[in-house]
């Protein structure tokens, strides 16, 4: 089907309002994140041009499109409101152009375009940027932890625990590390040792002045030694993750760290899973979302522009909050990951048919 003129003008118009919508919101939300990070800047010695490339510009792609689903509403009420304020809609149904036609063509394909900017940024564009942007906070705006952790406890596999004192980051070396393994409730096998240290070459850990505990009923076997090399499902890089680990990972790596974490057996894993089904059900939300603006903008009434934003900004709130709590049950209830994540969409949905089936044509 070729594009008509109208067509073009009207994607244009939407790109646009967009375009205009973020601008107008990234410029917002810059400020009021400035005004509470500057003491920190300064107090680190941030330099000027590392705070623009290397926050700020990590910052803007973050702030766009986990909030995108409010401002590509916004942008459909602003501009269509317009167009039916001016009358516009009114002479194109007029000139022949059917209701659905002037939705399903124009709007969808500008809808496919957002889209497709939205996937790939979550699940690659994003999640780069994020990782520049915690970098530089971990420099200048958070306490520097150290190259040192202490206290390690980590689930390593399904009933297997391991504790180290401290781990140097640095050279990949701990000291008093133990590994415990529980069968049926009870201790089976408890390995200690006085040091270990990671060998690249033969991706397995070293340990000095180990003693190992086998247990078999109320029978013992005990064995000991200066020096020996096993491997594990522990690597050094797991003693570097942070609680905002999931967001700096593309989803490629986000997937892989999951299957880890399952034959690992540790808990928590909806968190991840819920992150990684958020990045593809909050794009196609523009979907519904358009059918839902355009629905509601294409009429012409007295409040005008401001009551059609109101109502915009009202629902695509309603929709933000919805996602929110459904990842909650998802992560503390017993609801499954894709389900929760993909809930607002299907109720929403409902809600875009009802709309545009009332809507007047």
Same mark, same amino acid.
């Given at each position: 089907?070729?594009?008509?003129?109208?067509?073009?003008?009207?994607? $244009?118009?939407?790109l646009g309002a967009f375009v205009f919508t973020v601008l107008l919101f990234a410029a917002v939300a810059v400020s009021i994140?400035?005004?509470?990070?500057?003491?920190?800047?300064?107090?680190?010695?941030?330099?000027?041009?590392?705070?623009?490339?290397?926050?700020?510009?990590?910052?803007?792609?973050?702030?766009?499109?986990?909030?995108?689903?409010?401002?590509?509403?916004?942008?459909?009420?602003?501009?269509?409101?317009?167009?039916?304020?001016?009358?516009?809609?009114?002479?194109?149904?007029?000139?022949?152009?059917?209701?659905?036609?002037?939705?399903?063509?124009?709007?969808?394909?500008?809808?496919?375009?957002?889209?497709?900017?939205?996937?790939?940024?979550?699940?690659?564009?994003?999640?780069?940027?994020?990782?520049?942007?915690?970098?530089?906070?971990?420099?200048?705006?958070?306490?520097?932890?150290?190259?040192?952790?202490?206290?390690?406890?980590?689930?390593?596999?399904?009933?297997?625990?391991?504790?180290?004192?401290?781990?140097?980051?640095?050279?990949?070396?701990g000291r008093n590390f133990t590994l415990e393994k529980i069968a049926n409730k009870q201790l089976s096998y408890k390995l200690?040792?006085?040091?270990? $240290?990671?060998?690249?070459?033969?991706?397995?850990?070293?340990?000095?002045?180990?003693? $190992?505990?086998?247990?078999?009923?109320?029978?013992?076997?005990?064995?000991?030694?200066?020096?020996?090399?096993?491997?594990?499902?522990?690597?050094?890089?797991?003693?570097?993750?942070?609680?905002?680990?999931?967001?700096?990972?593309?989803?490629?790596?986000?997937?892989?760290?999951?299957?880890?974490?399952?034959?690992?057996?540790?808990?928590?894993?909806?968190?991840?899973?819920?992150?990684?089904?958020?990045?593809?059900?909050?794009?196609?939300?523009?979907?519904?979302?358009?059918?839902?603006?355009?629905?509601?903008?294409?009429?012409?009434?007295?409040?005008?522009?401001?009551?059609?934003?109101?109502?915009?900004?009202?629902?695509?709130?309603?929709?933000?909050?919805?996602?929110?709590?459904?990842?909650?049950?998802?992560?503390?209830?017993?609801?499954?990951?894709?389900?929760?994540?993909?809930?607002?969409?299907?109720?929403?949905?409902?809600?875009?048919?009802?709309?545009?089936?009332?809507?007047?044509k």
């Amino acid at each position: 089907m070729l594009l008509k003129i109208i067509d073009r003008y009207i994607i $244009a118009k939407f790109l646009g309002a967009f375009v205009f919508t973020v601008l107008l919101f990234a410029a917002v939300a810059v400020s009021i994140d400035l005004s509470e990070r500057i003491d920190d800047f300064l107090e680190h010695n941030a330099p000027f041009w590392g705070v623009i490339t290397g926050y700020y510009l990590n910052f803007i792609p973050f702030i766009i499109f986990f909030l995108s689903p409010l401002f590509i509403f916004i942008a459909v009420i602003f501009f269509t409101s317009r167009l039916a304020s001016r009358s516009e809609i009114i002479a194109i149904l007029a000139s022949g152009v059917s209701f659905y036609r002037l939705l399903f063509v124009p709007y969808l394909i500008a809808s496919v375009i957002l889209v497709a900017l939205q996937l790939y940024a979550n699940h690659f564009f994003v999640p780069n940027a994020n990782k520049k942007r915690f970098d530089f906070e971990d420099m200048y705006v958070k306490k520097k932890t150290g190259s040192t952790n202490k206290n390690v406890h980590m689930q390593i596999a399904p009933d297997t625990y391991i504790y180290v004192e401290t781990f140097n980051n640095r050279d990949s070396t701990g000291r008093n590390f133990t590994l415990e393994k529980i069968a049926n409730k009870q201790l089976s096998y408890k390995l200690s040792a006085k040091n270990i $240290a990671w060998k690249d070459s033969t991706k397995s850990w070293q340990l000095n002045n180990y003693l $190992a505990h086998s247990f078999n009923g109320l029978k013992e076997t005990v064995r000991h030694g200066d020096k020996t090399d096993t491997a594990f499902n522990l690597k050094p890089a797991d003693f570097q993750k942070k609680v905002n680990l999931k967001e700096a990972m593309t989803t490629p790596e986000l997937a892989v760290f999951i299957e880890e974490e399952k034959v690992k057996g540790a808990p928590f894993i909806e968190f991840y899973q819920v992150e990684r089904y958020r990045r593809t059900a909050v794009p196609f939300a523009t979907f519904i979302l358009t059918i839902i603006g355009f629905s509601i903008a294409s009429r012409k009434v007295r409040g005008g522009i401001g009551l059609h934003l109101f109502a915009g900004i009202a629902i695509s709130s309603a929709y933000v909050l919805l996602l929110q709590f459904a990842t909650t049950f998802a992560t503390n209830g017993n609801l499954s990951p894709m389900l929760s994540v993909w809930l607002p969409n299907l109720l929403f949905g409902v809600f875009s048919v009802v709309l545009l089936l009332r809507a007047p044509k």
